[in-house]
């Protein structure tokens, strides 16, 4: 069992910026592909960026150039640094683990955390 649980949401104005953390429980950052997600209203879910062990990270083109994915094995964190934030990034973010191990695959969500962009 893994639990996920996010932080840093909440109120921007355009352009603006916000930082989303991801905590999970155990050690789960060192074997997991951690990633972030979102979803607004009225659309499906998103694959915002992605972070596999060792750095090498995968961005979605919306977001590209301007959220950035990090991660700290040691504290079991993952981050998501949003900056030139828009209007079209309103969502609920939700924090993502995902192993496929031998076949088998492990896949954990965070309860979300909501990001508004408005004036």
């Known amino acids: 069992q893994v639990q996920l649980v996010e932080s840093g949401g909440g109120l921007v104005p355009p352009g603006g910026s916000l930082r989303l953390s991801c905590v999970a429980s155990?050690?789960?950052?060192?074997?997991?592909?951690m990633g972030w997600y979102r979803q607004a209203p009225g659309t499906q879910r998103e694959r915002v960026a992605r972070?596999?062990?060792?750095?090498?990270?995968v961005y979605g083109d919306s977001v590209k150039g301007r959220f950035t994915i990090s991660r700290d094995n040691a504290k079991n964190m993952v981050y998501l640094q949003m900056n030139s934030l828009k209007p079209e990034d309103t969502a609920v973010y939700y924090c993502?683990?995902?192993?496929?191990?031998?076949?088998?695959?492990?896949?954990?969500w965070g309860q979300g955390t909501q990001v508004t962009v408005s004036s």
């Open positions: 155990g050690s789960i950052s060192s074997t997991y592909v």
């Open positions: 993502n683990a995902f192993r496929n191990y031998l076949g088998v695959r492990d896949e954990y």
């Open positions: 972070i596999f062990n060792g750095g090498p990270t």
